[in-house]
């Protein structure tokens, strides 16, 4: 039987979650394992019984999106790096979530159907109101021509005949593209609320710490891996190789502008 945890003891893990949900503070990117672990912040909410049952419609359609929202805003401004994109053969550079989460608010629709991503009219008119069509209508907003060219996943699955299937489908996609993969699970945090459940290597190695720049790398790795040096471990990105060239000329960069 699982370990009751008082809403103060579990303050430092909920705060992890939440914390790392906004980015990294040295590698400039953003994906998928951030913003799931902003879904794991809301469930250790709802395990701590802040979230009541009643709450989780209004928890998934205002305060989730609302932080989708805000990581947009982000992105623009810092031109954030797409963390393991899986370029055009992903849903989205950065996000996951907010099309299985539409697929379910969309089920049993009466005129809305996969296939009516492809009417601009429809998206245009019925995106505020919809996180799916908010999706397609915020990726055709940032890229050109047809989503058949640049979202080829997204317009396969607006073949299938209904939103059930679509969600059904996203939801055993989820499960393999994010929590079944090592390079996303890695980084992911483990504790009372969410326990690892497995064989893990937690040892801590003077030399990744040294060479990663961190101290005390103690966060669960699955066992078998090689040990990593991933915390505080710096990617390239394209914010960072302007702002070095801008410090080498004596100039000062500002980080691009949100989208008019």
Same mark, same amino acid.
């Not at 459940?197 to 040892?203: A, L």
């Not at 003077?206 to 040096?229: I, K, L, S």
């Given at each position: 039987?699982?370990?009751?945890?008082?809403?103060?003891?579990?303050?430092?893990?909920?705060?992890?979650?939440?914390?790392?949900? /906004?980015?990294?503070?040295?590698?400039?990117? $953003?994906?998928?394992?951030?913003?799931?672990?902003?879904?794991?912040?809301?469930?250790? %909410?709802?395990?701590?019984?802040?979230?009541?049952?009643?709450?989780?419609?209004?928890?998934?359609?205002?305060?989730?999106?609302?932080?989708?929202?805000?990581?947009?805003?982000? @992105?623009?401004?810092? /031109? %954030?790096?797409?963390?393991?994109?899986?370029?055009? /053969?992903?849903?989205?550079?950065?996000?996951?979530?907010?099309?299985?989460?539409?697929?379910? =608010? %969309?089920?049993?629709?009466? $005129?809305?159907?996969?296939?009516?991503?492809?009417d601009n009219d429809v998206v245009s008119e019925f995106a505020k109101d919809y996180m799916y069509l908010s999706c397609v209508k915020f990726i055709n907003s940032v890229k050109t021509a047809s989503l058949r060219w640049h979202s080829p996943m997204l317009d396969d699955i607006s073949a299938v005949r209904t939103w059930e299937k679509v969600n059904s489908g996203m939801i055993k996609m989820y499960k393999a593209e994010v929590f079944g993969k090592l390079p996303?699970? @890695?980084?992911?945090?483990?504790?009372?609320?969410?326990?690892?459940?497995? @064989?893990?290597?937690?040892?801590?190695?003077?030399?990744?710490?040294?060479?990663?720049?961190?101290?005390?790398?103690?966060?669960?790795?699955?066992?078998? =891996?090689?040990? !990593?040096?991933?915390?505080?471990? =710096?990617?390239?990105?394209?914010?960072?190789?302007?702002?070095?060239?801008?410090?080498?000329?004596?100039?000062?960069?500002? !980080?691009?502008?949100?989208?008019?």
């Open positions: 039987m699982a370990k009751f945890v008082k809403p103060e003891e579990a303050i430092p893990e909920v705060t992890k979650y939440f914390v790392e949900s /906004w980015g990294n503070r040295k590698r400039i990117d $953003y994906g998928t394992g951030h913003e799931a672990n902003f879904l794991a912040w809301l469930y250790c %909410l709802d395990k701590l019984g802040l979230i009541k049952p009643e709450d989780h419609k209004a928890v998934v359609i205002k305060v989730f999106f609302k932080y989708i929202e805000v990581m947009r805003s982000l @992105q623009f401004a810092y /031109w %954030l790096e797409p963390a393991g994109s899986h370029g055009v /053969w992903g849903l989205d550079d950065y996000h996951f979530l907010p099309f299985l989460f539409g697929a379910a =608010q %969309l089920r049993g629709h009466k $005129y809305i159907r996969p296939k009516s991503i492809h996303i699970m @890695q980084h992911f945090m483990f504790g009372a609320l969410l326990p690892f459940k497995g @064989q893990s290597d937690s040892r801590v190695l003077e030399e990744d710490e040294e060479e990663a720049g961190v101290e005390g790398h103690t966060h669960v790795h699955a066992f078998g =891996q090689e040990f !990593p040096t991933c915390c505080g471990m =710096q990617i390239p990105s394209a914010i960072a190789a302007a702002a070095a060239a801008a410090n080498a000329s004596g100039e000062r960069s500002l !980080p691009g502008g949100s989208p008019s």
